[in-house]
């Protein structure tokens, strides 16, 4: 009995690693996609995400199921409980790289920005990649090295947001009411999931050590709106 709940705590585990393969994949599109104009690449993030959404129900169910079945205690319920939330936050991510994907496929076959702000954006771009890639390769390794690594990166989104304010806020670079609109829009996404991104990582940190201060503000990245994930 106590083979057959590791080899499901080991699903688990598997799935969130797919998922947020999946996720990884999807951000890099996105991105690409808004860079370049890439209208095929759009696509397929927004046709993916249904099937990020469906990894999350199928995770959930696994999770309730061996909550209810196995009643887990201790460590296993950390395990469990943990793996619920990270299936959570990376749908929202997946969300996240769907709304950048529907901009560039909004404003096919232009790009959504010009100038200053879409390097900046591009930078944004790029980190958020990398955040994607260590969110994923955080969850099949568990190395807490590679989750400090992430909050890192996230500050150089955080810092590259406030930036694009400065842009958004000078007259000098002409930008048109939809590019305005747009940036600030695209900037919020890249930056939440950078935030997201930062979420996984404290709480794997804490599924590892067991430690409650691993876990400080992890709810705070649910508690925006809900329309900007």
């Known amino acids: 009995m106590r083979e057959i709940f590791k080899q499901e705590m080991e699903q688990l585990r598997e799935g969130l690693v797919a998922m947020s393969g999946s996720v990884a994949t999807a951000i890099e599109k996105a991105t690409t996609a808004l860079r370049t104009a890439d209208l095929t690449l759009a696509e397929e993030v927004i046709d993916a995400d249904r099937q990020i959404d469906a990894l999350e129900r199928e995770l959930d169910e696994h999770g309730i199921s061996l909550l209810a079945r196995q009643q887990p205690v201790a460590t296993d319920l950390r395990i469990v409980v943990s793996g619920l939330r990270l299936s959570a936050t990376l749908e929202r991510m997946g969300d996240l790289a769907r709304h950048i994907a529907d901009v560039a496929r909004g404003r096919y076959p232009e790009t959504a920005t010009t100038g200053r702000m879409q390097e900046i954006l591009d930078r944004m771009g790029e980190q958020a990649t990398k955040v994607g890639r260590q969110v994923n390769q955080l969850l099949e390794t568990r190395d807490l090295e590679l989750a400090a690594a992430i909050e890192r990166d996230d500050d150089i989104i955080d810092r590259l947001h406030r930036e694009s304010f400065q842009v ?62």
């Open 168 to 229: 958004v806020l000078d007259d000098n670079e002409a930008l048109t009411r939809q590019q305005l609109v747009d940036s600030v829009l695209l900037g919020r996404y890249l930056e939440r999931f950078g935030d997201h991104g930062v979420s996984v990582a404290r709480r794997v940190s804490y599924l590892v050590t067991g430690d409650p201060a691993n876990a400080v503000h992890l709810t705070k990245v649910s508690e925006e709106p809900a329309h900007l994930d």
